[in-house]
């Protein structure tokens, strides 16, 4: 998300350069809420580290509260796991009619080493206008947000026409553990349908200075699925070298995907993301994009866009190493190597056709499989405007000025999992992140704090409009 965002700021900076102004914990739900992000944030829920199942149980009790009943409320788990359990609310509407929406957020966060970090990751630390911890951004920020709103809604006595579903899950960080998702989709699709999901992935971009520069909503994901190449051979002395050789065999197949390129597709948001970028960005780069635009297999304007890793990731299905192990003595020859190529698939296009293209690529010496789980491709959601229209008007309410685009993520979030019920996810905005991703993933995770409180007001009026 990153360099989409560079692209769009570099055209947009200066339309909607506004300050945040707003105060924090000014008001009484706004200390409310504080305590609930805080115990969010400072409950470690790393997979196989912390719990969860803890986390969402701490949910539970605050909006049991406020007044939801034990009906209303389904905490989650299996046998097997224990600790990445979840949580489904609902908050029933007044017209069947009109079906639900789904709020959507994880619980689990990544692995933070306490000597790698200035400060605690788990515990909340506001220093220089920033809230400091693992998980202040990635994705305790909007899991305390859709579960406050949830709270307020109780609170207020608000009766929606639509069905208000919230789905807090673990597993989303760590591809080979257990995911609530995944899980809900599967086996308790009853809890979770709706018309369409809320999620993480959209967002605000903030300058160095902390002014907004413009707003995404994630329209689409590309899904990340791993293969594993291995070639193999009966080895030998290294004294005796023969041309029959695994490491050989297996770097001619790696070179072979690295010179291929996939075909460039456009979905309805990432033909509106470029259609934007053609006006932000200088030639020669924007004529290229509308020949594009025009023609996707025009190869010297794909050559001219893709000098950006960016929009040449945003064009395509991309497959690259990662991951390398041969050999098994320094005097031996190789008697096997493999390697992991990782793939990050265009919407609409399936894990089982690119394995069969890694196959043609690897060629007859090395073998090629989809590691296990493999998880679904994302289904590219309508640009609907009783979606879209909402985004835009609460954005120029909230945010004046900013221009809200739409992008189609590179990366993957649990959003794929709802494809399998024809639901579609759109991450929404609000959060406003620095030019550096905040450090989520990395050291010392950060938010600004009017970027939270900002953030919640916006997505708060958002959940409440769509459910009218």
Known sequence: MQGHW?????????????PTTVSAQQRPDEKAFFELYKELVETNTVVDQGSCTRAA????????????????????????????????????????????????????????????????????????????????????????????????????????????????????????????????????????????VLNEGGGGRLDARGKRQALAIQVGEKAAQNFTFVATNPGGHSSAPTPENAIYDLADAIKRVQGYEFPIKFSDTTRAFFAASAKALPSPTSAAIQRL????????????????????????????????????????LPQRATANVNCRIFPGESVEGTLAKLKELAGPKVTVTANQPVRPVAVPPPLDPKIMGPVQSLAAKHFPGVPVVPMM??????????????????????????????????????????????????LFDLAKTLAQ
């Open 57 to 196: 149980r701490q949910i539970a009790d605050r909006m049991k509260a406020a007044g939801y009943a034990d009906s209303d409320l389904v905490l989650f788990s299996t046998p097997d796991h224990p600790e990445d359990g979840g949580l489904v609310a609902t908050l029933p509407g007044s017209d069947p009619t009109l079906g639900a929406m789904l709020l959507l957020g994880h619980l689990d966060v990544v692995a933070a080493k306490r000597e790698d970090w200035q400060r605690d990751p788990f515990k909340l630390v506001e220093e220089g206008g920033f809230y400091y911890a693992r998980g202040s951004v990635d994705d305790k920020a909007m899991s305390s947000i859709w579960a406050d709103a949830m709270i307020r809604f109780r609170q207020q006595s608000f009766r929606p026409k639509r069905t208000i579903r919230l789905a807090l899950t673990c597993g989303e960080e760590t591809t080979y553990a257990f995911n609530g998702a995944d899980w809900l989709t599967k086996n308790r699709p009853d809890l979770v349908r709706a018309d369409f």
């Open 293 to 332: 635009l025009a023609d996707p297999t025009d190869q010297s304007a794909d050559a001219i866009v893709s000098r950006d890793k960016v929009l040449h990731s945003t064009l395509r299905t991309t497959c690259v190493a990662t991951l390398v192990n041969a050999g098994h003595a320094e005097n031996a």
């Open 409 to 458: 993520s590179t990366g993957a979030t649990d959003g794929v999992f709802f494809g399998r019920l024809n639901m579609p996810v759109y991450g929404v905005p609000g959060l406003f992140l620095e030019p550096d991703l905040n450090g989520t993933h990395g050291l010392n995770e950060r938010i600004r704090v009017t970027s939270l409180y900002e953030g919640r007001d916006y």
């Open 6 to 18: 560079r692209i769009i700021a570099a055209g947009l900076a200066g339309s909607a350069l506004v």
